[in-house]
């Protein structure tokens, strides 16, 4: 479009302006309408794959301009120059913005534009009257992205050179950058290649982090950056090599993102952390119950090196199996969040370490309460077998070994690694479709022994919810277990829910009317109970007393008398 013809018809219309939702699917040779304002789309030419550009865009096409009666206004095409412009900033007629929106690369189409998305009812005279609907023949050639990363348009991101693969820096990585930043002016005030930062800490200033987080390895852009990203109201003064930003300054940023170290929490407390320093192969990960080969060097916080297994001879690589205690907790729980060839490092805060007491190690003696480090590859592993390669006999076995194991940990206190035995246990059996007669009543008894034993774990975890969901499910298969109705009734009464924690109880009583424990939960209930009305009782008496404070009503009379009635009745 030349001079005359890339003037928008005036920002009023840009915000009337009724973009599409998805672009139209057309056929070569169909005509569509896209939106509600009369613009038509007709397909010439397929574009290729399936990605259309976006507004702030810069796309580049060739097109031919004409009236309804076949008159040529204007043509890149025969100037041999195709048009560059931004898509959706109102560098264009209103058709244009709405319709190229809805092209593929390489796509040709015609749009027909009504006036009121063109020049209006002023037309652009000479060679286009008041009130002309237009044609252009369009093929759109190219694009480059250009995004607003916060949707805010302080930052606008145009990508100079694509990235690898499809992931993006999280906030916890450790990425490394090339970067040259610019005044408007384009006086450079600093400069680094090879700069490595965490992506929350971010570096130099805000607009690095926002930014790296949308980009992909090997992914260079530039940057357009508002005040409030770069320096704001106050600017910056010059230091050591960098110059100084001055107030209320936009900033140009040539960002390039090189690579980065994935850092992720290994557990929900933030106390184990990992940071992979070489990627592993493929997508497998030891579960848990593999036995796992490793190299690894464990070091305290001032370098003291404590431990080193695997470096110095191949044939001597550390080995253990997951799950079973043979490591600290937390070296255990980050092996099984790692690939084939992975190399991490560890940073694992005592509670999931050597606790509150010294440690003695081969090279050194780990202090009490300390936070330690493990530089650790993951060779090679052999995965426990998963219940799905096993078959009906193998499922039933694995599911009564796991619950012995599990009754082992429960007698040694360790409820929540009993917990995890008695989950796999029932995991091997859940699903007996295949199970012969005699397998299933095996398999049901199974599931019970554990579900009842897992309750008695969450009991003791202080996971009550947890533990009637358990007891209820065994009630579901057996609704006459009193051990099932007396847990769920120790669950109640934690949750309180002391009506529901009652009819536990006497339905246990009626079937058991001699059991000790659920003799003695009763009157552990009745207690509670008691307590509970004390409190109720106080509570109503308070509130009725401070209400006959306020003046003599009528109404408090009876009120207050119900309330002293209570007081008696709880005594009583």
């Known amino acids: ?34 939106g509600k304002q009369g613009l038509k789309k007709k397909l010439l030419k397929e574009g290729e794959g399936w990605d259309t550009p976006d507004n702030g865009d810069e796309v580049e096409v060739h097109y031919t301009g004409t009236l309804l009666d076949g008159t040529q206004f204007d043509s890149s095409r025969d100037r041999g120059d195709p048009f560059k412009f931004t898509l959706g900033q109102g560098q264009v007629i209103k058709g244009w913005d709405l319709g190229i929106k809805t092209m593929k690369k390489g796509e040709n189409a015609i749009f027909t534009i009504p006036a009121e998305l063109a020049y209006g009812a002023s037309g652009s005279p000479p060679t286009i009257p008041p009130d002309a609907t237009l044609q252009f023949d369009v093929e759109l050639l190219s694009w480059t992205s250009v995004k607003d990363i916060c949707k805010d348009g302080g930052i606008f991101k145009k990508i100079l050179v694509a990235g690898d693969k499809w992931e993006n820096p999280k906030d916890l990585d450790e990425v490394l950058v090339n970067y040259e930043a610019r005044l408007e002016d384009g006086t450079v005030v600093a400069k680094s290649d090879g700069v490595e930062f965490t992506v ?20 260079k852009v530039l940057l357009t950056v508002k005040p409030q990203y770069g320096f704001g109201e106050k600017g910056k003064p010059a230091s050591g090599s960098e110059g100084a930003v001055p107030p209320n300054a936009a900033l ?26 070489k990627e592993g192969e493929g997508y497998e990960r030891p579960n848990d119950g593999s036995t796992v080969k490793v190299k690894l060097i464990g070091k305290l916080q001032d370098g003291t090196i404590f431990t080193r297994k695997g470096h110095d001879n191949e044939d001597e690589l550390f080995e253990f199996k997951t799950d079973e205690e043979q490591v600290i907790d937390g070296l255990d729980k980050a092996v099984i969040s790692m690939k084939k060839g992975e190399v991490a490092l560890l940073t694992i805060a005592p ?15 780990v202090p009490p309460n300390s936070t330690v480090y493990y530089e650790i590859e993951l060779v090679s592993f052999v995965k426990d077998k998963e219940s799905w390669d096993m078959n009906t006999e193998e499922k039933i076995e694995a599911a009564g070994k796991k619950k012995e194991e599990g009754n082992a940990l429960f007698k040694a206190g360790k409820y929540a690694r009993a917990a995890k035995r008695y989950e796999k246990a029932v995991k091997y059996i859940e699903y007996d479709t295949s199970f012969s007669d005699e397998e299933k009543k095996q398999a049901k008894a199974l599931k019970v022994a554990c579900n009842l034993n897992n309750a008695a774990c969450k009991l003791k975890l202080k996971e009550y919810k947890e533990a009637e969901k358990l007891c209820t499910k065994v009630l579901e298969a057996d609704s006459r277990n009193v051990k099932a109705l007396y847990r769920r009734a120790q669950a109640y009464i934690q949750l309180a829910d002391l009506d529901l924690a009652e009819l536990d109880v006497k339905k246990a009583l009626e079937i058991d009317p001699e059991n000790r424990d659920v003799k ?28 006959t404070k306020l003046g003599p009503l009528d109404s408090n009379k009876s009120e207050t008398k119900e309330a002293e009635q209570m007081s008696i009745d709880s005594k009583a």
């Open 520 to 547: 003695i939960e009763y009157k552990t209930l009745k207690e509670k109970m008691r307590e509970f009305n004390k409190k109720e009782a106080k509570f109503y008496g308070n509130m009725f007393a401070k209400m």
């Open 252 to 277: 140009e940023v040539t960002l390039e993102l090189v690579s980065w170290k994935t850092v992720s929490e290994v557990t929900d407390d933030k106390k184990v952390i990992k940071k992979i320093l």
């Open 351 to 365: 509670e999931y370490a050597f606790g509150s007491s010294e440690s003695k190690q081969e090279l050194a003696v």
């Open 1 to 34: 479009m030349d001079e005359d013809f890339d003037i928008p018809a005036g920002d009023e219309m840009m915000n009337d302006l009724d973009l599409p939702d998805e672009s139209p699917v057309l056929k070569v040779g169909e005509e569509k309408e896209i």
């Open 200 to 219: 929350k800490e971010g570096h130099f200033c805000p607009a690095l982090s926002k930014a790296v987080k949308t980009m992909k390895k090997g992914e």
